[in-house]
């Protein structure tokens, strides 16, 4: 947990930093350059925390799929696709995100 809450808060120094050097070189089209930097944030963090969440999702689902198969090798089958179906789920959210965040990007 402390090594996630780590990682956590050397991204969001990562994206602030980033977005003050990005928001600095570019200044001159039609927002104003505090709604740009709140835009820019906003993709960074929502790319990031949604990239974290799904990991941690599907770290979740292998974990419990795996321990499953591991005690009852033979229902393998059963949990695998259901297992499969769960992290394309889990990926489309992070993708879901991902587009979004893109779609802020590309508002700049």
Not at 50 to 68: I, T
Not at 84 to 97: D, K, N, P, R
């Amino acid at each position: 947990m402390k090594k996630a809450l780590l990682v956590m808060m050397l991204l969001g120094i990562f994206v602030s930093l980033s977005v003050t050097v990005a928001m600095a070189a570019d200044e001159g089209k039609g927002l104003d350059s505090s709604v740009k930097q709140m835009i820019a944030l906003a993709a960074g963090l929502g790319i990031g925390i949604a990239a974290a969440g799904g990991a941690v999702g599907q770290g979740k689902a292998l974990q419990g799929a795996l321990d499953g198969i591991a005690r009852n090798p033979g229902a393998s089958g059963k949990v695998f696709t259901p297992m499969i179906i769960g992290l394309a789920m889990i990926e489309s959210l992070v993708i879901y995100s991902l587009v979004v965040s893109l779609l802020l990007f590309f508002k700049l």
